[in-house]
């Protein structure tokens, strides 16, 4: 079973920027997506990268904003957040799948990280 480690939130104001980081316990080949949920809402996709990294998939609302990388070799996924807004604020899980998806849900997901929080205020 993978372990997987969210680190890097915080409290930051409006347009600064943070970078996530998600360690899994074990080299793995699945994608690897982060999700967010803000208080009292359905969490949502934010952004994923294939095992190998050659394929990304992100979210309207952050596209241009976010990016999200991969060190295969420090089993490690990236989330480089710019441009940050107040509703961005939510807590930011890493999960990952066995397959890539055309919508990544959270159904779709086999791990889960405990999330961090990000909080961007005005």
């Known amino acids: 079973q993978v372990q997987l480690a969210e680190s890097g939130g915080g409290l930051v104001q409006a347009g600064d920027s943070l970078r996530l980081s998600c360690a899994a316990s074990?080299?793995?080949?699945?994608?690897m997506a982060w999700f967010r949920q803000a208080p009292g809402k359905e969490r949502e996709f934010v952004a994923a990268?294939?095992?190998?990294?050659?394929?990304?998939s992100t979210a309207d609302s952050v596209k241009g904003r976010f990016t999200i990388s991969r060190d295969i070799g420090k089993n490690t996924v990236y989330l480089q957040m710019n441009s940050l807004k107040p509703e961005d604020t939510a807590v930011y899980y890493c999960?990952?799948?066995?397959?890539?998806?055309?919508?990544?849900?959270?159904?779709?997901?086999?791990?889960w990280g405990k999330g961090t929080l990000v909080t961007v205020s005005s």
């Open positions: 999960a990952t799948s066995r397959y890539w998806w055309l919508n990544f849900s959270p159904a779709n997901m086999n791990y």
């Open positions: 074990e080299r793995n080949d699945y994608a």
């Open positions: 990268i294939s095992w190998s990294g050659a394929s990304t």
